[in-house]
């Protein structure tokens, strides 16, 4: 965890961990925000980076926790930031006679009345793939976003590069998959338990409280009653975390049943399972609570694969809204459907090596961080068809 002072005057690449201040354990996900404007996500391993001026100021926050402010930033020494942890007590909260199905359908009504309302940001998505523990390709893309509370609608990918081994195995409807499943509220496509009669289909029950700020936090465990009332269509079930007193979401964490991935070749897939996690905080522009942070992790093992041997695949994708920019609302946006197909967008977008060299990117873990630099080492990084720039 260092600073490492670029060519720009005064201006600084912040690198630093996150950890719980009694554990010492990493905080993953956690937010970092700079002078109220530039924020990013810690990874899995709770470091961050991003670009910041000498004397800035520095916000860290994580559900749960105390929020730390850093004034003055000055230091060329490696950044810990220590949250401690916030108690609450049961008997702090309001209870209601059914606490759970109240703060989920006040929820839902509030979301539906801002399901009509577009934002529009700057965001990043990463993905990787790896056969039986090896890593067999990466894809990153800087791109401008279209989204709501429901799914992210709309993308222009304006920086990408990927690359990928003689073993890889495409999926193409990956990104539909992701982009669809990064909402709270439930769709045609991707159900969820803010929807409209959902204590149907799901159990609700809250879980346990926690404090964000000032906010209290409630935290409601949501399951499929049974299997005469599972959806057809790719659906959640796991915790929501919804504000008491606005009943805005900030967090949904569990899992995304019931898809199928589409594979090139004679390739099938059996999907073992597909945790997912997803940050909602608070519009720039309005009052609305939206996507900050999405991670889909999906297990699969390949019950035939040709010269592939099968054995067991496992897909990550990542989505980070960087910054909130409401000129992009004047331009026209890639639609997203189960037939989309994000091969024919990609393949438009030239590599710029100078642009990733010079650009911090959300964070890698060390792993990562190799990966990259295998694929590198063997000339393997470019556009989506590895067609390298010299």
Known sequence: MVFIVSNSLAQTVVSGR?????????????????????????????MFTLKANKGS???????????????????????????????????????????????????FKKAYLNAGKRHYAKAFIRQLSSLNENYTGISESF???????????????????????????????????????????????FATPLARNASEIYNFKVQ??????????AIVECSIKDKKSQPTIMYFEGRYFINTDSYNVSKITGFVRNFKLNSGGPVKLEIEDSPMEAIYTKSDNDSQYILKYANLNVNAKIKYAGLLGGGKLRYT??????????DLSKINYNGLNAASKDVDILKEVPYDPNFWKDNPVIKRTPLEDKIIEDFEKKKMIGN????NTP
């Open 18 to 46: 996150v950890e719980d201040a009694e554990s010492g354990l990493p905080l993953a996900y956690a937010t970092v925000n700079v002078d109220g404007k530039e924020s990013t996500v810690t990874n899995s391993e709770g």
């Open 57 to 107: 100021k520095l916000m860290v926050s994580f559900m749960g926790y105390q929020a730390i402010e850093i004034s003055d930033l000055q230091t060329d020494q490696p950044l810990v930031v220590k949250l401690k942890a916030i108690q609450i007590n049961l008997d702090e909260v309001k209870i209601t006679s059914n606490p759970a199905k109240s703060l989920m359908d006040s929820a």
């Open 143 to 189: 791109f401008d976003a279209q989204y709501s509370n429901f799914a992210i609608l709309g993308w222009n990918p304006t920086q990408t590069r990927s690359s990928k081994s003689e073993k890889n195995i495409s999926l193409s409807n990956f990104n539909f998959i992701s982009f669809a499943s990064v909402g709270y509220l439930s769709t045609s496509v």
């Open 208 to 217: 346990g409280y926690i404090k964000d700020g000032e906010d209290d936090i």
């Open 317 to 326: 994708s990542q989505v980070f809204i960087l910054a909130e920019q409401a």
């Open 384 to 387: 989506y068809f590895n067609k």
